[in-house]
């Protein structure tokens, strides 16, 4: 058997036109809880999924940074050390002479590679008067770090100015 329902005779306890239309009652059957009707929740779940897709982008974006981050680090060690075995070089053999040189440096490190490449002379741009010293004692070299990281490849490299080895 159905009862119609009817707003309280009480007039503390009345309950608005609205609340009557929606089937909410501020007392009564449903007492003194309210509860969300399925389109709140519904909206509720798309924003909380449009958010968590936001973050997970932006996860995402934070754990690729975390990575090319750790290999520019790795790499500027790696190329720190190479400078170092060049400098001992230099001094080994009183200067450097023109070519270039590239390797993959030994495991743990296999996905690093390094170039060394060694100009002859340097130009003359942005030595001013000591242009033409630079240019009969210095040679350019340029050395690379490079990686693979997804697709692309990423590189640190360092240009220096170095002693010309003396031709006898």
């Given at each position: 058997?159905l009862?119609?329902?009817?707003?309280?005779q009480?007039?503390?306890?009345s309950?608005?036109?609205?609340?009557?239309?929606?089937?909410?009652?501020?007392?009564g059957?449903?007492g003194?809880?309210?509860?969300?009707?399925?389109?709140?929740l519904?909206?509720?779940?798309?924003?909380?999924?449009?958010?968590?897709?936001?973050?997970?982008?932006?996860?995402s974006?934070?754990?690729?940074?975390?990575?090319?981050?750790?290999?520019?680090?790795t790499?500027?060690?790696?190329?720190?050390?190479k400078i170092?075995?060049?400098g001992?070089?230099?001094?080994?053999n009183n200067?450097?002479?023109?070519g270039?040189?590239?390797?993959?440096f030994?495991?743990p490190?296999e996905?690093?590679?390094?170039?060394?490449?060694?100009?002859?002379g340097?130009?003359?741009?942005?030595?001013?008067?000591?242009?033409?010293?630079?240019?009969?004692?210095?040679?350019?070299?340029?050395?690379?770090?490079?990686?693979?990281q997804?697709?692309?490849?990423?590189?640190?490299?360092?240009t220096?100015?170095?002693?010309r080895?003396?031709?006898e």
């Open positions: 058997m009862k119609r329902l009817s707003a309280p009480n007039p503390s306890t309950v608005s036109q609205q609340d009557l239309f929606l089937g909410r009652w501020a007392s059957v449903l003194h809880r309210r509860a969300f009707t399925l389109v709140e519904m909206a509720a779940v798309a924003v909380i999924a449009v958010g968590m897709v936001f973050i997970l982008g932006a996860f974006q934070c754990m690729s940074s975390l990575a090319t981050a750790e290999h520019k680090i790499a500027n060690f790696l190329l720190n050390a170092w075995e060049e001992l070089a230099i001094k080994e200067g450097s002479e023109a270039e040189w590239s390797e993959a030994k495991p490190y996905n690093f590679n390094w170039t060394r490449v060694v100009r002859d340097v130009s003359a741009g942005d030595l001013g008067n000591e242009s033409l010293f630079a240019q009969e004692n210095l040679n350019e070299e340029e050395s690379k770090v490079s990686w693979a997804g697709k692309a490849v990423k590189d640190v490299t360092v220096r100015y170095v002693k080895k003396k031709k």
